[in-house]
Nanobody, 118 residues
Framework: QVQLVESGGGLVQAGGSLRLSCAAS????????MGWYRQAPGKQRELVAS???????YYADSVKGRFTISRDNAKNTVYLQMNSLKPEDTAVYSC????????????WGQGTQVTVSS
């Protein structure tokens, strides 16, 4: 099993920046990819960014050029650097892990609130 703990959410003004962290523990060797999802009130959960074990990155169109996903293997931590934040980025952000051999993310952190004021 993999345990994920997020940190770094908060309240920021539009145009500001935040960095989210997701620390993984447990069966780290089984992780094929890590992703950051977000869910705003009344909206579906969406994948914002992901990074594979091989280093391939994905970004949703809505965050390209503003968000950067990275990882520190020594700390078993994945980061989401969010710049030029907009009010529409307000959501609960959750990190998740996808194991090798599966196409779905099946381990989730508790989520962290990001609120961007206009």
């Amino acid at each position: 099993q993999v345990q994920l703990v997020e940190s770094g959410g908060g309240l920021v003004q539009a145009g500001g920046s935040l960095r989210l962290s997701c620390a993984a523990s447990g069966s780290i060797f089984s992780i094929a990819a890590m992703g950051w999802y977000r869910q705003a009130p009344g909206k579906q959960r969406e994948l914002v960014a992901s990074i594979t074990a091989g280093g391939s990155r994905y970004y949703a169109d809505s965050v390209k050029g503003r968000f950067t996903i990275s990882r520190d293997n020594a700390k078993n931590t994945v980061y989401l650097q969010m710049n030029s934040l907009k009010p529409e980025d307000t959501a609960v952000y959750s990190c998740a892990s996808r194991p090798f051999g599966r196409s779905v993310y099946d381990n989730w952190g508790q989520g962290t609130q990001v609120t961007v004021s206009s």
